[in-house]
């Protein structure tokens, strides 16, 4: 099993508790492998993820990228940049794609939003 379906097999599953109330959607993640392509369905919703290669289904997203770039998002990379540098690629959705990006893994070294001192906004804009 490699890393990124590793992944999604069990850390995500606890992240899903960040998408909206209601989500759900399938997304197909085209995997490219030395000498292959893999195809992986995620089926999302706000409590879970099972992950099959069974069949075909239909994707609200299909997301595209080396195998190696997914094992660095599952690590902590951020997949904006990859997205802006072409290294991922996605068809669908948008806001599948966004919520999405909840699932990953923020930068190993993340501490979580800083407080902003100074309160409602004060001094803003001088």
Do not use: N
Not at 15 to 30: C, E, I, M, N, Q
Not at 91 to 101: A, D, E, N, T
Request: aromatic letters at 6%.
């Amino acid at each position: 099993m490699d890393r990124t379906v590793e992944y999604f097999s069990g850390p995500a599953r606890e992240r899903t508790k960040l998408l909206p109330r209601g989500f759900s959607a399938t997304v197909r993640l085209d995997l490219r492998r030395p000498g292959r392509i893999d195809h992986w369905y995620l089926i999302i919703t706000e409590r879970d993820i099972s992950i099959s290669q069974e069949g075909e289904r239909e994707a609200d997203c299909v997301i595209s990228a080396d195998g190696e770039v997914f094992d660095r998002l599952v690590a902590g990379a951020d997949p904006t940049a990859a997205t802006l540098r072409s290294e991922l690629v996605f068809r669908g959705s948008p806001s599948v794609m966004i919520h999405f990006q909840r699932l990953l893994p923020g930068p190993p070294d993340a501490r979580g939003p800083k407080r902003v001192h100074g309160g409602g906004g004060e001094g803003r804009g001088r």
